[in-house]
């Protein structure tokens, strides 16, 4: 029933389609090895091996697709262990199906980043690890870095600009929050504002990256 719930929540992000269900550890390592997912979500709790050492078996069968946990196991040291196997992230139950879609989302902005560079800079290198220094770039409350990226992405992929409408469609954000982010990048030097007039109302406000 938990599966095809998240079935579900997977299915309802643009861009990602579910490409197989499993129900014991054994059953995900032989469907990774079958079907070859970009992502695996994974449980910690399994019938027959936790999924810790699911994703140490996928590593070390050379299986090298990304991994998000999406568990009720909350102690520290499962969680290090996750992390150090090279879980990309640790989602705890109940979780809301926003926030698995921020997750996704974020998993989406980190290979469209990483698809688009030929060589790194240390900028691009903190934003992929998520290792930016205090003050380096920190962001105004209320703004969330994996929104950011989205939408950074979201710019990098139309080089010639697009309102903040055009931004929340395809970031699949709300305009409201769209506007936000594109503000604030627009205030500190990442991107451009120009006017698009044409009709009646206030002319059209377009974005465009720098950099």
Same mark, same amino acid.
């Given at each position: 029933? *938990?599966?095809?719930l998240?079935?579900?929540? *997977?299915s $309802?992000?643009?861009?990602?389609?579910?490409?197989?269900?499993?129900?014991s550890?054994t059953?995900?390592l032989?469907?990774?090895?079958?079907? #070859?997912? =970009?992502?695996?979500l994974l449980? *910690?709790?399994?019938?027959?091996?936790?999924?810790?050492? *699911?994703? #140490?078996?996928?590593?070390? $069968? +050379?299986?090298?697709m990304?991994?998000?946990?999406?568990? $009720?196991?909350?102690?520290? +040291?499962?969680?290090?262990?996750?992390?150090?196997? /090279?879980?990309l992230?640790?989602?705890?139950?109940?979780f809301?199906?926003?926030?698995?879609?921020?997750?996704l989302?974020?998993?989406?902005?980190?290979r469209s980043?990483?698809d688009?560079? =030929?060589?790194?800079?240390?900028?691009?290198?903190?934003?992929?690890? /998520?290792t930016?220094?205090?003050?380096? #770039?920190?962001?105004?409350?209320?703004?969330?870095?994996?929104?950011? =990226?989205l939408v950074?992405?979201?710019?990098?992929?139309?080089?010639?600009?697009?309102? $903040?409408?055009e931004?929340a469609?395809?970031?699949s954000?709300?305009?409201?929050?769209?506007? #936000?982010?594109?503000?604030?990048?627009a205030?500190?030097g990442r991107?451009e504002?120009?006017?698009?007039?044409?009709?009646?109302?206030?002319?059209e406000?377009?974005?465009?990256?720098?950099?």
């Amino acid at each position: 029933m *938990v599966a095809k719930l998240h079935c579900r929540y *997977v299915s $309802a992000v643009a861009g990602f389609t579910v490409a197989g269900v499993a129900h014991s550890g054994t059953e995900a390592l032989r469907a990774a090895e079958r079907l #070859r997912p =970009d992502l695996v979500l994974l449980d *910690v709790f399994l019938p027959d091996m936790d999924g810790v050492r *699911v994703l #140490r078996e996928l590593r070390a $069968a +050379g299986l090298g697709m990304d991994a998000l946990f999406i568990t $009720a196991a909350r102690d520290v +040291g499962t969680i290090r262990s996750a992390l150090r196997a /090279g879980a990309l992230h640790y989602l705890i139950k109940p979780f809301t199906q926003a926030a698995l879609h921020e997750q996704l989302r974020h998993v989406a902005s980190l290979r469209s980043r990483l698809d688009e560079l =030929d060589e790194a800079r240390q900028e691009d290198v903190d934003q992929i690890f /998520g290792t930016r220094p205090r003050g380096s #770039r920190e962001l105004p409350k209320g703004l969330a870095a994996h929104t950011a =990226d989205l939408v950074d992405s979201v710019l990098r992929a139309h080089p010639e600009g697009l309102s $903040a409408t055009e931004c929340a469609e395809l970031g699949s954000l709300s305009r409201v929050s769209a506007r #936000r982010y594109l503000e604030y990048f627009a205030e500190t030097g990442r991107a451009e504002v120009t006017l698009r007039y044409g009709g009646t109302g206030r002319p059209e406000r377009r974005y465009r990256r720098l950099g």
